[in-house]
Protein backbone atom coordinates (compact mmCIF):
# COMPACT_ATOMS: atom_id res chain seq x y z
CA UNK A 1 0.00 0.00 0.00
CA UNK A 2 1.09 3.66 -0.81
CA UNK A 3 0.47 6.06 1.54
CA UNK A 4 0.68 9.82 0.86
CA UNK A 5 -0.28 12.68 2.75
CA UNK A 6 -3.76 15.53 2.03
CA UNK A 7 -2.61 18.64 0.97
CA UNK A 8 -4.17 22.13 1.82
CA UNK A 9 -7.56 22.69 3.88
CA UNK A 10 -9.40 20.45 1.38
CA UNK A 11 -7.94 17.35 2.04
CA UNK A 12 -6.90 17.05 5.70
CA UNK A 13 -6.83 13.33 5.94
CA UNK A 14 -4.56 10.82 4.25
CA UNK A 15 -5.03 8.90 1.46
CA UNK A 16 -4.21 5.18 0.99
CA UNK A 17 -3.60 3.45 -2.29
CA UNK A 18 -4.44 -0.50 -2.29
CA UNK A 19 -6.12 -3.04 -4.14
CA UNK A 20 -9.99 -3.11 -4.17
CA UNK A 21 -12.49 -5.49 -4.48
CA UNK A 22 -14.31 -3.53 -7.33
CA UNK A 23 -16.92 -5.92 -7.61
CA UNK A 24 -17.75 -5.34 -4.27
CA UNK A 25 -17.51 -1.34 -4.46
CA UNK A 26 -18.60 -0.66 -7.80
CA UNK A 27 -21.55 1.42 -6.68
CA UNK A 28 -18.58 3.52 -5.03
CA UNK A 29 -17.02 3.82 -7.50
CA UNK A 30 -19.13 5.00 -10.00
CA UNK A 31 -20.31 7.59 -7.65
CA UNK A 32 -16.56 8.70 -8.14
CA UNK A 33 -16.57 8.58 -11.84
CA UNK A 34 -20.20 10.16 -11.88
CA UNK A 35 -18.83 13.44 -10.31
CA UNK A 36 -15.40 13.01 -11.68
CA UNK A 37 -16.69 12.68 -14.91
CA UNK A 38 -19.95 14.37 -14.99
CA UNK A 39 -22.18 11.57 -15.17
CA UNK A 40 -26.09 10.90 -15.07
CA UNK A 41 -27.91 7.89 -13.57
CA UNK A 42 -28.45 6.14 -16.96
CA UNK A 43 -25.28 6.12 -17.74
CA UNK A 44 -24.01 5.04 -14.83
CA UNK A 45 -26.46 1.86 -15.39
CA UNK A 46 -24.98 1.02 -18.17
CA UNK A 47 -21.61 1.75 -17.04
CA UNK A 48 -22.35 -0.65 -13.93
CA UNK A 49 -22.93 -3.84 -16.32
CA UNK A 50 -19.97 -2.43 -18.19
CA UNK A 51 -17.82 -3.07 -15.45
CA UNK A 52 -18.90 -6.20 -13.37
CA UNK A 53 -18.14 -7.90 -17.12
CA UNK A 54 -14.71 -6.36 -17.61
CA UNK A 55 -14.11 -7.85 -14.15
CA UNK A 56 -14.47 -11.27 -15.53
CA UNK A 57 -11.88 -10.92 -18.12
CA UNK A 58 -8.52 -12.71 -17.61
CA UNK A 59 -6.16 -10.34 -15.78
CA UNK A 60 -8.47 -8.21 -14.55
CA UNK A 61 -7.69 -6.06 -11.85
CA UNK A 62 -7.92 -2.62 -9.62
CA UNK A 63 -6.87 -0.42 -7.62
CA UNK A 64 -8.46 2.20 -4.92
CA UNK A 65 -7.48 5.47 -2.77
CA UNK A 66 -9.42 5.23 0.05
CA UNK A 67 -9.47 7.91 3.17
CA UNK A 68 -8.25 6.88 6.85
CA UNK A 69 -12.46 6.49 7.85
CA UNK A 70 -12.22 3.70 3.97
CA UNK A 71 -13.74 6.38 1.90
CA UNK A 72 -13.31 5.49 -1.76
CA UNK A 73 -11.95 9.03 -3.28
CA UNK A 74 -10.24 7.40 -6.87
CA UNK A 75 -9.50 4.21 -8.31
CA UNK A 76 -8.63 2.72 -11.34
CA UNK A 77 -8.78 -0.32 -12.83
CA UNK A 78 -7.72 -2.27 -16.33
CA UNK A 79 -6.48 -5.28 -18.05
CA UNK A 80 -4.54 -7.18 -20.61
CA UNK A 81 -5.85 -5.81 -23.97
CA UNK A 82 -7.63 -8.69 -25.91
CA UNK A 83 -8.60 -7.49 -29.86
CA UNK A 84 -11.80 -9.11 -29.55
CA UNK A 85 -12.67 -6.33 -26.85
CA UNK A 86 -15.59 -3.80 -27.99
CA UNK A 87 -12.85 -0.77 -27.10
CA UNK A 88 -9.96 -2.90 -29.03
CA UNK A 89 -12.52 -3.36 -32.41
CA UNK A 90 -14.00 0.91 -32.20
CA UNK A 91 -10.25 1.93 -31.65
CA UNK A 92 -8.13 -0.81 -34.19
CA UNK A 93 -9.22 1.46 -37.74
CA UNK A 94 -7.83 4.40 -35.90
CA UNK A 95 -4.41 3.11 -34.69
CA UNK A 96 -4.05 0.94 -38.70
CA UNK A 97 -4.60 4.17 -39.94
CA UNK A 98 -1.66 5.51 -37.84
CA UNK A 99 0.90 2.82 -38.22
CA UNK A 100 -0.15 1.90 -34.36
CA UNK A 101 -2.10 -1.17 -34.34
CA UNK A 102 0.40 -3.61 -33.28
CA UNK A 103 -0.19 -1.54 -30.05
CA UNK A 104 -3.17 -3.43 -29.34
CA UNK A 105 -0.95 -6.57 -28.69
CA UNK A 106 1.17 -6.87 -25.77
CA UNK A 107 -0.59 -3.87 -24.40
CA UNK A 108 -1.88 -3.65 -20.38
CA UNK A 109 -5.61 -0.96 -20.80
CA UNK A 110 -6.11 1.39 -18.53
CA UNK A 111 -9.84 0.39 -18.85
CA UNK A 112 -10.78 3.63 -16.34
CA UNK A 113 -9.25 5.96 -14.15
CA UNK A 114 -11.54 8.26 -11.62
CA UNK A 115 -10.36 10.69 -8.38
CA UNK A 116 -13.04 12.68 -6.61
CA UNK A 117 -12.89 16.09 -7.65
CA UNK A 118 -11.88 17.26 -4.20
CA UNK A 119 -8.64 14.68 -4.37
CA UNK A 120 -7.21 15.70 -7.82
CA UNK A 121 -4.33 17.62 -8.40
CA UNK A 122 -2.85 15.57 -5.15
CA UNK A 123 -1.35 12.69 -6.63
CA UNK A 124 -3.52 9.55 -6.05
CA UNK A 125 -4.42 9.69 -10.02
CA UNK A 126 -0.53 8.91 -10.32
CA UNK A 127 -0.43 6.54 -7.63
CA UNK A 128 -3.21 4.71 -9.37
CA UNK A 129 -2.27 4.43 -12.85
CA UNK A 130 1.37 3.98 -11.73
CA UNK A 131 0.62 1.14 -8.77
CA UNK A 132 -1.66 -0.91 -11.25
CA UNK A 133 0.79 -0.98 -13.74
CA UNK A 134 3.68 -1.73 -11.81
CA UNK A 135 2.10 -5.11 -11.28
CA UNK A 136 1.45 -5.56 -15.23
CA UNK A 137 3.24 -8.23 -16.87
CA UNK A 138 3.07 -6.56 -20.46
CA UNK A 139 5.59 -4.39 -21.92
CA UNK A 140 3.49 -1.46 -22.31
CA UNK A 141 -0.01 0.41 -21.59
CA UNK A 142 -2.71 1.92 -23.76
CA UNK A 143 -5.84 3.94 -22.84
CA UNK A 144 -8.10 6.30 -23.97
CA UNK A 145 -8.46 9.62 -22.77
CA UNK A 146 -10.99 12.92 -24.18
CA UNK A 147 -8.79 14.74 -26.94
CA UNK A 148 -8.37 17.91 -25.45
CA UNK A 149 -6.03 19.52 -23.19
CA UNK A 150 -6.54 18.46 -19.92
CA UNK A 151 -4.98 17.65 -16.84
CA UNK A 152 -5.48 13.61 -17.02
CA UNK A 153 -4.08 14.33 -20.48
CA UNK A 154 -0.85 16.05 -18.73
CA UNK A 155 -0.41 13.55 -16.55
CA UNK A 156 -0.58 10.74 -18.66
CA UNK A 157 1.76 12.55 -21.22
CA UNK A 158 3.85 13.10 -17.94
CA UNK A 159 4.04 9.72 -17.21
CA UNK A 160 5.46 8.43 -20.87
CA UNK A 161 2.26 8.22 -22.59
CA UNK A 162 2.28 9.62 -26.43
CA UNK A 163 -0.88 10.01 -28.65
CA UNK A 164 -1.29 6.57 -31.07
CA UNK A 165 -4.49 8.17 -33.04
CA UNK A 166 -6.49 11.39 -32.48
CA UNK A 167 -10.01 12.22 -32.79
CA UNK A 168 -11.24 8.30 -31.81
CA UNK A 169 -15.36 8.61 -32.24
CA UNK A 170 -16.50 6.29 -29.85
CA UNK A 171 -20.48 5.70 -30.41
CA UNK A 172 -22.66 7.52 -28.26
CA UNK A 173 -19.90 9.45 -27.04
CA UNK A 174 -20.38 13.30 -27.59
CA UNK A 175 -16.60 13.72 -27.84
CA UNK A 176 -13.84 12.65 -29.83
CA UNK A 177 -11.08 10.97 -27.92
CA UNK A 178 -7.18 9.73 -27.99
CA UNK A 179 -5.84 6.83 -27.62
CA UNK A 180 -2.70 6.81 -25.89
CA UNK A 181 0.18 4.41 -25.27
CA UNK A 182 3.83 4.18 -23.24
CA UNK A 183 6.28 1.62 -22.25
CA UNK A 184 6.42 -0.18 -18.85
CA UNK A 185 7.12 0.81 -16.81
CA UNK A 186 5.76 4.29 -16.57
CA UNK A 187 7.96 7.07 -16.58
CA UNK A 188 8.59 9.00 -13.36
CA UNK A 189 9.15 12.44 -12.60
Do not use: C
Request: proline share 8%.
Amino acid sequence: MLRFPGQGPRTPEDVVIGPLDLAARVDEALAVQALAFGLGADEIAVRRQIVLRHLTSPGARALGATTADGRLVGFVYGMPNDRGHWWSTVVEPYLRAQGNDAWLDGSFVITELHVHPRYQNRGAGRALITGITDSATEPRSILSAIDRDSPARGLYHSLGYEDLARQVLFPSAPKPYAVMGAPLPLRRP
